[in-house]
């Protein structure tokens, strides 16, 4: 038998959050400022709506995840710019994963020791050395070196925040303008969320970024274990 509850919240908070999102996607588009991003001020309304009113998360997050599941055929859609420019990575692909290796390798030792020197925390700074990465390998990463994989999940969003609203700005600002290059730093620095940001750009921006979202977090999860024990070496 159906259970009528169940649907009614699904179609109540589903309802919510998309009406929510479309709401400020429309604002964005109308004003055209890239600082309203619709996913940030979504989060900032849905949380305060959570609290205000009492909602149970769990119960939200349940009646959601069919939004929730559709992330799943949003990251296979990237594959379509990736695949229309594939020729032309095929002839850049060394230069491409040499550059990228030696970005993800400073990012993460940036973070991680940046974060020992200021407060000296092992575990903290495992965990915000994987917020360039997407959530699901960056968590794995997280707890299998013993980091705290919420504050890694947090750290990510808020790379793909900011990515998302000033990451073209600030290329363009240093006389970054290439599409290429900027579709690699995206995705290298703000995994989806600013993937799927700069695709509303250029197939180029879109197909580049994807391809550094995938051999960025690729590339993470073989070198970082070794690295964050390097790295770890330096204070113990």
């Given at each position: 038998?159906?259970?009528?509850?169940?649907?009614?919240?699904?179609?109540?908070?589903?309802?919510?959050?998309?009406?929510?999102?479309?709401?400020?996607?429309?604002?964005?588009?109308?004003?055209?400022?890239?600082?309203?991003?619709?996913?940030?001020?979504?989060?900032?309304?849905?949380?305060?709506?959570?609290?205000?009113?009492?909602?149970?998360?769990?119960?939200?997050?349940?009646?959601?995840?069919?939004?929730?599941?559709?992330?799943?055929?949003?990251?296979?859609?990237?594959?379509?710019?990736?695949?229309?420019?594939?020729?032309?990575?095929?002839?850049?692909?060394?230069?491409?994963?040499?550059?990228?290796?030696?970005?993800?390798?400073?990012?993460?030792?940036?973070?991680?020791?940046?974060?020992?020197i200021l407060i000296n925390s092992p575990s903290i700074a495992?965990?915000?050395?994987?917020?360039?990465?997407?959530?699901?390998?960056?968590?794995?990463?997280?707890?299998?070196?013993?980091?705290?994989?919420?504050?890694?999940?947090?750290?990510?969003?808020?790379?793909?925040?900011?990515?998302?609203?000033?990451?073209?700005?600030?290329?363009?600002?240093?006389?970054?303008?290439?599409?290429?290059?900027?579709?690699?730093?995206?995705?290298?620095?703000?995994?989806?969320?600013?993937?799927?940001?700069?695709?509303?750009?250029?197939?180029?921006?879109?197909?580049?970024?994807?391809?550094?979202?995938?051999?960025?977090?690729?590339?993470?999860?073989?070198?970082?274990?070794?690295?964050?024990?390097?790295?770890?070496?330096?204070?113990?």
């Amino acid at each position: 038998m159906i259970n009528l509850s169940i649907i009614t919240d699904i179609v109540i908070y589903s309802g919510i959050t998309l009406t929510v999102y479309q709401g400020f996607a429309w604002l964005q588009n109308k004003t055209g400022k890239i600082w309203l991003n619709p996913m940030l001020l979504s989060i900032f309304v849905l949380i305060f709506m959570i609290i205000s009113l009492e909602v149970d998360y769990q119960q939200y997050r349940l009646s959601t995840n069919i939004l929730s599941n559709l992330l799943e055929p949003a990251v296979v859609a990237l594959g379509f710019p990736l695949y229309q420019h594939l020729s032309s990575m095929k002839s850049q692909w060394k230069k491409i994963v040499y550059f990228l290796t030696i970005a993800i390798s400073l990012l993460i030792s940036i973070s991680y020791l940046s974060t020992m020197i200021l407060i000296n925390s092992p575990s903290i700074a495992v965990s915000l050395s994987f917020k360039s990465i997407t959530i699901p390998v960056g968590i794995a990463l997280t707890e299998q070196l013993n980091g705290n994989s919420a504050i890694t999940a947090f750290a990510i969003i808020l790379a793909g925040l900011f990515g998302a609203i000033f990451g073209i700005k600030w290329l363009t600002f240093i006389k970054v303008t290439c599409p290429k290059a900027q579709g690699l730093a995206i995705g290298t620095a703000s995994h989806a969320l600013g993937t799927a940001t700069v695709s509303q750009l250029s197939y180029q921006h879109a197909a580049y970024s994807s391809l550094a979202l995938i051999i960025s977090a690729t590339i993470t999860a073989i070198i970082s274990p070794s690295l964050i024990q390097q790295l770890d070496s330096l204070f113990f």
